[in-house]
């Protein structure tokens, strides 16, 4: 049997110069989320855990079907299980936000109106050609789930901010209307596109991820979508597997995920294919996975919220029949929902 470890940290061992693998930050986020492990994984295997998992939850999975490895957290080795490492510049390139934007702005899959921008006086430029748009947005080349995001109004410029932000090349974009959120995963091994899904991202504005909705097939998952927002997703599930080739050309051999919004324009709603890509696994993985145990069903949702959130909505556990699959002792908890 394979050992692994979670190593949910893969963004900062690709791009934080002072990442330590065991350090305070990288065992937070692992600590939070190691359980996606048991939701995912269906072989047998030895997890070397970094926290403990009481017995009644373990055994709650393991109801569920859910493939429960060996805990061993003092295992001597383990492989990498989130981030498939095989060529740490390749990965990094291909996991840059800049390599995105780059594509994207050559086959006009995105960043209409926005651009890479290395200073001050670019930004100010680029405002003044797209005067139309008054809200814009800045995102760093690395990072995930909104995190390091910046937003701004081009009446209120702060330039204090923006020059310690311009350290390094960033994204900037104007705000878009979004109407809903895809993720697009193609599951590859060794180079070989095995499998294509679609999942919708539930979103907060600042781009934080709060769960989830999928099918068990790309057929049903695009009729949920035209249903809910009257939207045909034909097009973007023909542009991704287009990205998802230029990647593998790059030299890309696991998996790929591409990001892509509906968003509203002029009482239109119109596809913006290709925000970013991850080389790697995702949350959206997750669903899909649980979605592929219910197949009976229309959809599945997979709902993240934190505890305060919890705790200010009377409503929540109103909402549907919901089973909880994070363990105790996590700030966010995750509920699986299936929609029949």
Request: aromatic content about 12%.
């Amino acid at each position: 049997m394979k050992t692994y470890k979670v190593d949910l940290d893969y963004e900062s061992f690709l791009f934080d110069p002072n990442y330590l693998e065991n350090s305070a930050p990288s065992q937070k986020i692992i600590r939070e989320f190691e359980y996606v492990f048991f939701l995912i994984n269906k072989e047998s295997s030895v997890l070397k855990n970094i926290r403990n998992y009481d017995k009644n939850y373990l055994n709650k999975l393991a109801k569920l079907e859910f493939v429960i490895p060996k805990l061993d957290p003092e295992a001597k080795s383990a492989e990498s299980w989130w981030g498939h490492r095989h060529n740490y510049a390749l990965e990094q390139d291909l996991n840059s936000k800049i390599t995105s934007a780059q594509l994207a702005k050559k086959f006009n899959w995105g960043l209409f109106h926005g651009a890479v921008i290395n200073n001050v006086d670019e930004l100010s430029t680029h405002l003044e050609k797209n005067s139309q748009y008054k809200n814009w947005i800045i995102k760093r080349p690395h990072g995930f789930s909104g995190i390091g995001h910046y937003t701004f109004s081009s009446d209120n410029i702060n330039k204090f901010i923006l020059n310690k932000i311009l350290t390094t090349p960033v994204l900037l974009e104007p705000q878009h209307q979004r109407v809903f959120d895809i993720g697009t995963t193609f599951i590859v091994k060794d180079g070989i596109i095995q499998r294509q899904f679609m999942v919708e991202n539930f979103n907060s504005p600042q781009g934080g991820f709060k769960g989830g909705a999928g099918a068990d097939t790309v057929d049903k998952f695009k009729k949920y979508i035209q249903d809910k927002y009257q939207y045909d997703l034909s097009d973007l599930e023909v542009i991704t597997k287009k990205i998802a080739d230029e990647y593998l050309q790059m030299g890309a051999i696991s998996n790929i995920q591409i990001d892509s919004f509906v968003y509203l324009e002029d009482n239109q709603m119109k596809l913006y294919p290709l925000v970013e890509v991850n080389y790697r696994k995702t949350m959206g993985l997750v669903i899909q996975t649980l979605a592929d145990k219910y197949p009976e069903a229309k959809r599945v949702e997979w709902i993240v919220k934190s505890q305060k959130e919890i705790a200010e909505d009377s409503d929540f556990y109103n909402r549907g029949e919901m089973t909880r699959l994070s363990p105790d002792g996590t700030h966010f908890q995750t509920y699986l929902k299936v929609i029949s």
